[in-house]
Every structure is written in structure tokens, then in C-alpha cells.
């Protein structure tokens, strides 16, 4: 079987609203002008030679082999940088340029391996193919000198660089540049000696190379290949799915030979990628086939016995009668589940309509809850919505980018990359943050405002921004007037006015110079189109809620929505958050958003599944933990989440775990919350399943199978088997049921249908009557509350509780980095960590030296809630008095040490404002020993029990 690959056009498309006409080999042909003769003959199908060209990347025009004549013209112009004009007369074949083309491929030849029975790319070679289409019979040079004894580079544990095959064409190093954004690969040297060469002729491991893949793509030859490749064989099919990593949700082809994948493939027609990739997307996809997948459901009576494998009917069976028991003895609110953001919409949907229909009670809850929440509250009240506004590539008509409390191009990385496209062409970038992220300084990008804010102060400071707006009268008051009540308006701006709100009041506070914050809100303000995006450093807050309020109300002061360039715009942490809150996951909340109580909602859905429901809120995660503790919440069934690992004042999480009488974990490693499991159901990839994830642009996307379910069953099945065994009837065969089920009872998903995903690739959600194929801009006429108008609400900066003091004078603030996601439990079991292997503490140059800490060194922090330890890493991104650590590694303790403060209207936890102490130590933390001591008995435990046939 071959596999059928995307068409490349040669060159990008053009924008351009006016076309013209011209002739193509005696083919009439209408392009858009600024179109290049080689994409408007390979409109037609007249497919020009081309090594150089791509489509992904602007033209080049170094290879010559794409030369064309034009009648009357003089010459062989190269196709890929010759635009239409109207009424050219093209030829793009005859003998001349045959010569031409066989005489330029004759002198690339001369000097490459005549190796392709044996080459990797073999089959998949555009210079063997060139070779072929231009009719080289024989190579008549013998160089003197070649490269054909060049030096591998072998270092990137994902790719290899073979120089011998280098053709120089500049496209990976075009690639880095446009795509990615990195320019971490040049080409060294002149004539002879030209060679690409990453940051200096370093090795690609030692390089500014972030391995996102994109070089790799671009390549023509087998140059830079992928390891998995070289070791497997060329692939034979591929099935196009999105990938389970964060929230921009990137399309990938998985190219496969029968059911092993042999790579991920960007799509090209990925709405939300546009072909690019990551590092994770594109390379970090072992850990599906990892040793560690456990694939038999196991039982166990107590967290001290061994694990017991069974049959899944007597897993599901015992999970389904603990579940019984515990309700007959404590009451029907005694058990509840948590979903994960890491599953389809299909699979959360269907797990808290278990909860609700077949549990009988609304304790339902998912990570969303420690992450956006605040999200979901503040843009519903405001907006009345709880999504952002925007499509990615609304950035792209952006004039002034302000970035709050995200690390795009860690967190976020293809849409970084985008961002910062768009900071080259020109865009002014304002980033709001209390540590120096990537994006402040990296090639051709430069912040005009970096606003180091201190940790805790978000509201304070956006308030002070909402005085300049007001007091300087750079309001849009046509907007506010049309679109916003009046009234409320009012209000805000008499409340933001107050002079305790001016910078000059505020900077003892966030201390941020009152005359940058000033300069930075006029630079937002008076932009033609201004952007906000935003991230956790906003939401994980104890007025994360209240921040969510103050960003959306500057947008609607200044206009900045409705239209391209403009908006509010969560950037989601993972792949499916924006989806497991549209699916009803929330305690309070049905499906679309609608409250327990509404009598009509409720209504609705005791009619559709034929039960009834409560109308009272359920618990929330952390009051399942309190319940826990006072023996009246005694049963839980948690889907992909690791509550153990990822929660706050992990202590506190753990001692709940262990006073549970039954925990059913479903994932597919025994992760750090399975560790506390009585009953562990097997899940499934999502390689292993058909469904869709919910970007940050409300994006719904295909996923879809690739490959067999390891442990049987996709995660759906399985939650549709312990229903049935509880006693509440499902039977659905397809998770595309479940999406007709989820459009016929949301309205905002009214119109969304498998046939429709694949057929548009992706939709985007409100996709309904009024919008039948989504909605890419959001609020474009009114918004979605009940009278249409924007609500503008008080913001009064309230401190947190959370204060420093001589015992504990240092704020710890936490964050991701690119190679590593969430807890870990993936990206820990892929090479990712060639460059991430444990959390590490940033702390900067003065405090350390007060401490007498250098880069290394290990360092115990100790906070109110508890102590860890990690290893230091001296550092200027952090700014003094502020400490900085990653939370991707269980053994790390980053949650031991977080407190239970919260975001007062959703129970978000303030990740981001730890009070701690950091002293030099010579031995983990005693959390850190005993939990390693839990650790490793619960991997012998899991030793005991399992088959090794």
C-alpha cells in the first residue's frame, strides 16, 4: 500500500482578493494575484520540477530547477518566484528546459550517496523523485571533492543530520525561520563549503534547536530523517487526528505501517496548526506503546494489598457493587467522579451523565477546576460565554499583542509560533508577567513593555491599566454605548477613575513603574486592533475570577471585540479543557452551560435519559476531599486525571485518597493517583479511539483510531460498561451517537455531526442554525447574554492571604516548560527528557548568593503547607524575592508544598502565590523519603499482580 500523500503546491497561497487570467501550456488558468506561476500550474495539475520550493515557506528560487519560459520574456525565470500576470503566456515544458533541468540535477547527483536501495528516504526522496521526472540517465562529473564523507550528527534523540545527503536548498533552515520562529539553523560558508549548520556548527542536542520538527518536514532529501523511520521503513497509510497534548489541538497525520506508528505528521490542513508541530505533538507519541501501559483491568481489597489482575466483566462487576455498597451505607451522595481534560468530549460526556443519571446525584467535577474555571465564571458573566473570542489565527490582524500570565512558546508552542510571526511583521507585544518568558527577547522579537509585576498583584494592575483607559479618555465609547449596559459602565468607570487605581498608587503594590503601565495601556488602547491573551498566571489566583472580570472589561472598553485582531483568549493548558467544561463536567452545571436548577434544563434532560435528576449542585474536587475526610464521601471513579500529583497541598489530597473505602482510577498507567486505587480500569491513547477534542479556539476536532484498543476497550466502553452495571441502561455503538445525543440537548452544538468534522476537517463551536458550519470570531453583533449587551463589573483589588514574612520572604510561583506536560505522566515516558529530567527551582542571583546557593546545588523549600526539595537553578528570569518552579515530576513535591488557598468564586487554587523559605540542604525533604518509600512498595505491589506472559 502506498501512502497518499498531501499535495504540495510548491509555494504559499496568496490573500489576494483580484484575480487575473494567464495561459499555462496552452491551459487557461485564474489565479489571485501575487499567486506564483508554479502554484497556478499546479492548480491545473501541471506539476513543475522543484527542490527548493514548498508550500509551506516562502519562495527561494536557489535550485533552478523549476525554470519556465514565458513568451516574449527573456530568459528562464524561476516558476516559484514569478507571480501571474494577466495574459502570460507560459511553457513549462519543452527540450531547452529539459536540458536545463537535467544539466542542474546531473551537478546535485555528483555529489550525493548513490545509496537509495538502502537510504531511509527511500520512496519518500524528492531529489529521487526530481531525478526521475527530468529523465537522469547518467552523471557525467567526477568531482575532486565531495561531502560525501560529512560527519552525522545523531545527537537529537528524535532525528538525525546527515550532511553527505545535504543539497543545501535552505529549507529547514527557511523552516526554523518562517514556521517556527527559532532561526537556530544558517547556512555556513560560501560556494563549496556551504553547509547548514545549527547555532554555530554545534550539534543539534547543543543548539537553540527546539525540535519542533518543522526542519525535518521541510527536507527533501533523507538530511534530517526521523530515527523512527531509519528503524522501522518508510510508512504504507495515514489517518489524520488531532493531537492529546495542550490546548491548541494541532491536526496530525499518524503515519503507519499496519497498526505501529511510525510518525506524526503535521497537517497541512490542521485549522489550528496549518502544518506545524512541536516538539511533543510531532516526537513525544511513544509513551502509547510504552512498557509501563497496563492493560488488564486489576482489584485489589486495600492500598496494602498486591494488585489482582481479573476478567473486565468481574473488574467492572466489583467496581459497580463497591459503588452500590457504599450508597447503601452512606448515602446517595457518598460517591461522585472527576473527568479529565485528557479525554474526548464523547468520554466526558458520557461519564458525567453517569454521574447525574445513573449516581443520582450532581458530584461531579474535572481539572478544569485547578486550571480555568476562573475562565468559565468571569467571561459568562461578562461575555456570557465561557470560552474566548477569537480563532488563532485572529492574532495574525493583531497590532498589539498583550500577554498575561502564559508562556506561549513554552505552554502553547505552534500558536507561539504564530504570535510571533505576526511580531515580526510588525505587531507591538506588551507581556505581563512576573519571570522573563521567551517571548520578551528571542530573535526579531522584542517586547516594547515587559510589566514585572510582583506574584498576587494581576488585579491591581489591570485596574490601573482601566485608570489610564478612562482618565486619558481613550475609551471607545461608540462600542460601549452599542454593544455594552450603559449603566454598568458607568459604574466601572467611576470606580476605576479613583485615584487609588492610578498607576502611581498601585506601583507600591505590583511594582511596575507608574510611567511603563501608563505607556503600555496607551499602546493597547490606541492600537487600530489590540489582543489579549491569557493563561494561567492569570486564573490560578485567589481573584482569579476577579482578573478574568478586569481583562474582559478592558476589552470592552477600548472595542477590542468582535472582529479579527482583537479579543479575550484563554489559552487552554490542556487538550480537551475547553471540551470537558462544554460537556457538563462542572458540578453545577449540565451540559452548554446551564445550571442544575434551571427548571427547563432540568427538564430537558430528565426527559433525554429517562431518570431523575437532582437539581442541587454537586461537590466540587475539593470538597470531595473535606467530605472524604468527615466519612460522608466514600467512593470515587476518576478518568485520566492524577489528583494525586496535580491538586494542591498534595498532603492534604493524599490523606483523603487513604480514607476512601473505594477509588476506581482509569488510565492507562498505574500514575500517582492509581496508587491509592482499589479498583483499576485500563484506558485507552488517543491513537487507541474515535471521538473529538475541544481546542482553545472551541475548535472540535477528529480523533480517530489508529490503532486497536491495547486493553480491549476504548475509555467510552468502558464508562458505558460500569453504567449498565450500575444499573442505568447505555447502548451506545459508536462514540458519534454520543455527539448526535450532545447536539440534539446543546445548543451551541446543535449543528455539530461527525459527517460535518469530517468534511470540514474541524468545526468550531457555536455551530447551529444561525452559524451551520461554527463560529471563528465570537460576540461580531451582541453578546450571549440574555439582553445581548457586555457586562462591565467591579474589580477592588482584595490582597491574598497568602503574604511573605521574615520566616517565609520569598513568593514560589510555578509554570510549564516545552518539553514536558502537566504531571508528566506522557512526556516522562518518551526521550522528551533529554532535556527535561527533573523540576528545578529559579532563583535569582541575589537571593541565592544570600543563601549561599549556587546552580546545583539542593535547596529545601518550606511554605506553611509543607517542604520539598529540588535542585537550584540560578537565574535573572525570575526577578528578587520571587522563586520559580516546574511541576511535571512526581517525586518533585511542587503541591506539597502549594497551599489550599483558592479563587474565592470557583475554588481555583492559588498555584501561582506560595509564601516559602529556601535554605541549602543536603537530602530530599522527609515528604520526599516517605513518599518514595509509598512509591516503590505500590510498584511492588503492582510487580505481584501482574502476568508477564
Not at 5 to 30: C, H, R, Y
Not at 136 to 143: C, M, T
Not at 754 to 770: A, F, M, T
Not at 883 to 888: D, G, I, L, N
Amino acid at each position: 500500500m502506498s501512502i497518499n500523500k498531501e499535495k504540495d503546491f510548491g509555494t504559499p497561497a496568496s490573500t489576494s482578493n483580484n484575480l487575473v487570467t494567464l495561459e499555462i501550456d496552452g491551459f487557461q488558468v485564474t489565479a489571485p494575484a501575487g499567486t506564483s506561476v508554479m502554484r497556478a500550474a499546479a492548480s491545473i495539475g501541471i506539476e513543475i520540477p522543484k527542490l527548493c520550493a514548498t508550500d509551506s515557506i516562502e519562495p527561494f528560487g536557489s535550485c533552478r530547477l523549476c525554470v519556465v519560459q514565458i513568451e516574449g520574456g527573456r530568459g528562464m525565470p524561476a516558476s516559484c518566484t514569478t507571480p501571474v500576470a494577466e495574459g502570460l503566456k507560459i511553457v513549462t515544458q519543452n527540450k531547452k528546459l529539459a536540458d536545463v533541468r537535467r544539466g542542474i540535477m546531473e551537478l546535485y547527483i555528483s555529489d550525493h550517496p548513490l545509496d537509495c536501495l538502502t537510504c531511509s528516504a527511500n520512496g519518500d526522496c524528492e531529489l529521487q523523485d526530481m531525478a526521475g521526472v527530468v529523465g537522469l540517465r547518467e552523471v557525467r562529473y567526477n568531482p575532486i571533492e565531495t561531502h560525501l564523507n560529512a560527519e552525522k550528527d545523531h545527537s537529537n534523540p528524535y532525528f538525525s543530520f546527515d550532511p553527505s545527503k545535504c543539497i543545501v536548498c535552505s529549507r529547514c533552515v527557511r523552516a526554523c525561520e518562517e514556521t517556527q520562529g527559532t532561526f537556530a539553523l544558517t547556512i555556513d560558508g560560501r560556494g563549496f563549503d556551504s553547509k547548514v549548520s545549527p547555532s554555530q556548527n554545534q550539534p543539534f542536542m547543543d543548539s537553540e534547536c527546539v525540535s519542533c520538527g518543522a526542519c525535518v518536514q521541510a527536507c527533501p532529501t533523507a538530511t534530517l530523517m526521523e530515527k523512527s523511520v531509519i528503524d522501522n521503513g518508510q510508512p504504507e497509510h495515514a489517518i489524520v487526528t488531532t493531537c492529546a497534548y495542550c490546548g491548541v489541538g494541532c491536526s496530525f497525520r499518524a503515519e503507519m505501517k499496519g497498526e505501529q506508528v511510525i510518525r506524526m505528521v503535521p497537517h497541512k490542513d490542521g485549522k489550528a496548526n496549518h502544518g506545524h508541530s512541536c516538539v511533543k505533538g510531532r516526537f513525544a507519541f511513544g509513551y502509547a506503546t510504552h512498557k509501563d501501559r497496563i492493560t488488564k483491568p486489576m482489584i485489589r481489597a486495600s492500598i496494602k494489598d498486591a494488585w489482582r489482575e481479573v476478567s473486565w466483566e468481574e473488574a467492572i462487576n466489583h467496581a459497580a457493587s463497591e459503588l452500590k455498597r457504599i450508597q447503601a451505607k452512606y448515602g446517595k451522595d457518598s460517591i461522585g467522579g472527576i473527568t479529565s481534560s485528557r479525554c474526548t468530549n464523547e468520554e466526558v460526556y458520557i461519564m458525567q451523565k453517569l454521574i447525574r443519571a445513573g449516581f443520582g446525584n450532581n458530584n461531579v467535577d474535572t481539572c478544569a477546576r485547578v486550571c480555568h474555571s476562573p475562565t468559565g465564571y468571569g467571561l459568562k458573566q461578562t461575555f456570557g460565554e465561557s470560552s474566548g473570542t477569537q480563532d488563532f489565527d485572529s492574532v495574525m490582524k493583531a497590532d498589539v499583542i498583550m500577554v498575561i500570565g502564559a508562556n506561549p512558546t513554552d505552554g502553547h508552542p505552534v500558536f507561539g509560533s504564530q504570535m510571533k510571526k505576526r511580531l515580526r511583521q510588525g505587531a507591538k507585544l506588551i507581556v505581563v508577567d512576573p519571570r522573563e518568558i521567551d517571548l520578551i527577547k528571542s530573535p526579531h522579537v522584542k517586547a516594547s513593555h515587559h510589566l514585572k509585576l510582583r506574584p498576587s498583584t494581576n488585579v491591581a494592575l489591570i485596574n490601573a491599566l482601566g485608570h489610564v483607559v478612562v482618565t486619558e479618555n481613550l475609551l471607545d465609547e461608540a462600542f460601549v454605548n452599542e454593544r455594552c449596559e450603559v449603566a454598568s459602565f458607568a459604574k466601572w468607570k467611576t470606580f476605576v477613575a479613583q485615584e487609588h487605581n492610578s498607576p502611581e498608587a498601585s506601583e507600591s503594590i505590583t511594582g511596575v513603574p507608574a510611567a511603563e503601565l501608563r505607556a503600555a495601556a496607551r499602546l493597547y488602547a490606541m492600537a487600530d486592533n489590540a489582543a489579549i491573551y491569557y493563561g494561567l498566571g492569570v486564573t490560578e489566583h485567589s481573584q482569579g475570577s476577579t482578573m478574568v472580570i478586569g481583562i474582559a472589561n478592558l476589552a470592552m472598553a477600548t472595542g477590542n471585540l468582535g472582529h479579527d485582531g482583537v479579543g479575550v483568549n484563554p489559552l487552554r493548558g490542556q487538550n480537551n479543557v475547553q471540551g470537558s467544561c462544554d460537556m457538563g463536567s462542572f458540578p453545577h452545571e449540565f451540559p452548554g452551560y446551564r445550571h442544575v436548577s434551571d427548571p427547563v434544563t432540568h427538564q430537558l434532560f430528565e426527559n433525554a435519559w429517562q431518570a431523575e435528576l437532582s437539581a442541587e449542585p454537586g461537590l466540587r474536587i475539593p470538597n470531595m476531599f473535606e467530605a472524604a475526610l468527615d466519612k460522608s464521601f466514600m467512593g470515587l471513579y476518576c478518568e485520566g486525571e492524577d489528583i494525586a500529583q496535580s491538586d494542591p497541598d498534595i498532603k492534604h489530597v493524599h490523606a483523603a485518597l487513604r480514607a476512601m473505602e473505594c477509588v476506581i482510577v482509569q488510565d492507562i498507567f498505574l500514575n500517582e493517583t492509581a496508587k491509592f486505587a482499589h479498583v483499576f480500569l485500563p484506558g485507552s491513547s488517543f491513537l487507541e479511539k474515535n471521538g473529538t477534542f475541544t481546542n482553545a479556539e472551541r475548535r472540535i476536532s477528529p480523533v480517530r483510531k489508529v490503532m486497536s484498543p491495547l486493553a480491549g476497550y476504548q475509555d467510552w466502553e468502558v464508562t458505558q460498561m460500569l453504567a449498565n452495571a450500575m444499573g442505568y441502561p447505555m447502548n451506545y455503538s459508536h462514540p458519534s451517537e454520543i455527539m448526535d445525543e450532545i447536539a440534539r440537548l446543546t445548543p451551541s452544538f446543535s449543528g455539530v455531526s461527525y459527517e460535518k468534522i469530517d468534511r470540514l476537517g474541524s468545526v468550531q463551536w457555536p455551530c447551529n442554525d444561525e452559524a451551520p458550519e461554527g463560529t471563528p470570531i465570537m460576540h461580531t453583533e451582541h453578546f450571549l447574554r440574555d439582553n445581548g449587551k457586555g457586562l462591565f463589573m467591579l474589580t477592588e483589588f482584595v490582597p491574598t492571604a497568602e503574604r511573605v514574612t521574615g520566616k517565609y520572604p520569598l513568593i514560589l510561583t510555578t509554570g510549564r516548560i516545552l518539553s514536558q506536560y502537566n504531571v508528566g505522566a506522557q512526556t516522562r515516558r518518551t526521550e522528551n527528557v533529554a532535556w527535561h529530567s527533573e523540576d528545578r527551582l529559579e532563583i535569582h542571583p541575589h537571593d541565592a548568593e544570600d543563601r549561599g546557593v549556587k546552580t546545583g546545588d539542593w535547596v529545601g523549600i518550606k511554605s506553611r503547607a509543607g517542604e520539598t526539595v529540588l535542585r537550584a537553578l540560578v537565574s535573572d528570569r525570575v526577578q528578587p524575592g520571587v522563586v520559580y518552579t516546574t511541576f511535571h515530576f512526581p517525586e518533585s513535591g511542587a503541591n506539597v508544598i502549594t497551599t489550599d488557598n483558592s479563587d474565592w468564586a470557583t475554588n481555583c487554587p492559588e498555584y501561582k502565590v506560595t509564601a516559602v523559605q529556601i535554605t541549602k540542604v543536603s537530602q530530599p525533604s522527609e515528604w520526599q523519603q516517605e513518599y518514595h518509600a509509598f512509591s516503590e512498595k505500590q510498584l511492588d505491589l503492582l510487580e505481584q499482580g501482574i502476568s508477564h506472559d
